[in-house]
């Protein structure tokens, strides 16, 4: 079964310190990553994805995401967090030749003062 | 661009009525639209899939007399709650993809709460 794995359901950090959000996916075939930001009782807006191309992808706000195939993971890193971060992230799945996104458990990222 | 509109953004109605929920794509024509429900502090769970003209997809376990969806038109999909019940107060959110888009637009959610 096609599944994706937060495996940090929340994670603490200090402001201005890195951090990083895991993601892994089950996968045999290619796919489409994607990582979602929801703040409090708004949808989601797409922070950044992989479609193709570099393994490396950014998003606007100084986040990045790695797409590894061998460890099939999307970890979602930012070398410097702000408390304007603290939300809940998702990271998503499309697999080919399925229109679905497969959706992690979230990560509810907390930043403290 | 890739802009999805949902309406209204929260509702409350009493135990036993039905309810409407629209979701838009404003710029752009969304070949199919998803629903899914997000209840607190967890993650999405796609309900259905709709592609505009057609019957929508349900997911199981999802009943399809309860959550009506239409796609009537490449802009617009709705989903009726019918006969609500408390259990069914949740965050409803919507999403639209274009013809070979490989993303999925959101919507901002619609919070319902069934008394």
């Known amino acids: 079964a096609q599944s994706v794995t937060q495996l940090d359901s929340q994670v603490p950090v200090f402001e201005e310190a890195p951090v990083e959000l895991r993601c892994n996916y089950s996968?045999?075939?290619?796919?489409?990553l994607f990582w979602y930001v929801q703040y409090p009782n708004q949808g989601l807006q797409l922070l950044l994805k992989?479609?193709?191309?570099?393994?490396l992808v950014e998003s606007i706000n100084g986040f990045e995401a790695e797409f590894n195939k061998s460890q099939t993971s999307f970890h979602l890193r930012k070398p410097s967090v702000h408390i304007s971060d603290t939300a809940e992230y998702f990271c998503?799945?499309?697999?080919?030749?399925?229109?679905?996104?497969?959706f992690g458990t979230g990560t509810r990222l907390t930043i403290i003062p | 661009g890739a802009v999805v509109s949902q309406h209204p953004s929260w509702v409350i109605c009493k135990s036993g009525t039905s309810v409407k929920i629209e979701c838009r794509s404003l710029?752009?024509?969304?070949?199919?639209m998803f629903w899914y429900r997000q209840f607190p502090k967890q993650s999405l769970m796609l309900m259905a899939t709709?592609?505009?003209?057609?019957?929508?997809?349900?997911e199981q376990g999802v009943e399809k007399d309860k959550f009506l969806i239409n796609h009537a038109s490449l802009t617009l999909s709705t989903l009726t709650v019918t006969s609500a019940h408390p259990e069914d107060s949740s965050f409803y959110i919507c999403?639209?993809?274009?013809?070979?888009?490989?993303?999925?637009?959101f919507g901002p959610g619609t919070r319902l709460t069934v008394t």
């Open positions: 996968s045999s075939v290619s796919v489409y």
């Open positions: 710029d752009f024509q969304a070949t199919t």
């Open positions: 992989y479609l193709s191309g570099s393994t």
């Open positions: 998503a799945v499309r697999y080919f030749g399925n229109e679905k996104l497969t």
């Open positions: 999403s639209a993809s274009g013809r070979g888009s490989y993303e999925q637009y």
């Open positions: 709709s592609n505009e003209g057609s019957k929508a997809t349900y």
